[in-house]
């Protein structure tokens, strides 16, 4: 893999200047894809807390359990002083005692665990408390260079999956089994924790259903939603196939959404509100007739994580900008019968048009 470097001091310095204009005093993230944007630690909350500690002035650190203390700071490269928590101790009170000075103003990250918050308010008691995710998200939703890069190395993981999904078999295996092949097509394709859910027949009218036992058979829809990480960072594609000759509803409903689809892909420009992008999807599968079982938002924010800001949805007017990554996935979803979603990533290029990250066929195909 390419040696993708990101700027975490550049980052933790653009926190430090927009909470110095919020009048907070630092900032506090928990172990999440916050925290990894911030100093590239990937950590999970757990009952030992690690948290990286942003002051207004002065240089960013991070407070960890002692047992986790080595990993924190070979994992971040060394750029991060890394202040150790004995198991007597309390992280939150560490944290208190290596913040100087006095904390009227204090802001936390909306991903941070609620016991956190309130151990942290009675560290830094009588200080106001903030929500600084509209910070963090602010940066975290348009991406550098080396982030789309590795948006794009993902993606094209994800094609190779996506081209691979005709050779399976359907008919006659469960659900989880084809699901776990396409996962297995995916570490074939070089994802890291590649993940997949698959959608059969009258089952594919739910589009959260998650797979089981129920056994595919001919004359049926499947839908199968894949992706997995590369450098941390996600790929969301979804697509579509029929097991035997797909009748002529579903041939029907298939362009519908297909077209809504690349239409949407295609015509998205900077300076459009989010919720622009919805109605272009939106009114030509409500022209078609389907407007009803349209149920969802036609696309969400991806990078660190599988959904994130910016969402493509109405009544947000949020101005898509260059930077911006975020999937296209209209569908359509007829209770008792079949649902069908297409689903790509893009990403907002400095020309004001979306590079489209998946590449692989929209072309309706049957299975056997």
Known sequence: MADIKMDYLARCAAVQKAARAEGMDV????????????????????????????????????VAPTLEAMKAATKTGGLFEVIPWQETESAFAKVRASVKGNVASFGVSEQTWAWYLLALQEQFAGAKVNNASPIITGLRVRKSPPEVEYMRLTGRAADVVAE??????????????????VIALGQ?????????????GANSASPHHSQGDRVIAQGEAVWMDFGGYIGNYKSDVTRSVFVGTPPAEYRQVYDVVRRAQETAATTVRTGMACQDLDRIARKIITDAGYGQYFIHRTGHGIGLDGHEHPYMV???????????????????????????????????GNDGKAEILNVSSHELFAVK
Do not use: W
């Open 27 to 62: 900032v506090i993230v928990s172990a999440s894809s916050d925290m990894t944007y911030l100093c590239g630690y990937v950590h999970k909350q757990s009952d030992r807390a690690t948290l990286l500690v942003i002051p207004a002035d002065g240089a960013p650190f991070i």
């Open 164 to 181: 691979g999904l005709r050779g399976l078999q359907y008919a006659g295996r469960t659900e989880a089994q084809v699901a776990n092949a």
């Open 188 to 200: 074939e394709a070089g994802l890291e924790q590649p993940s997949c859910i698959l959608a059969s």
């Open 314 to 348: 109405e009544g947000n007017r949020q101005i898509i900008e260059p930077g911006m990554c975020f999937s296209v996935e209209p569908g359509i979803y007829i209770p008792g019968k079949f649902g069908v979603r297409v689903e790509d990533c893009v990403c907002m």
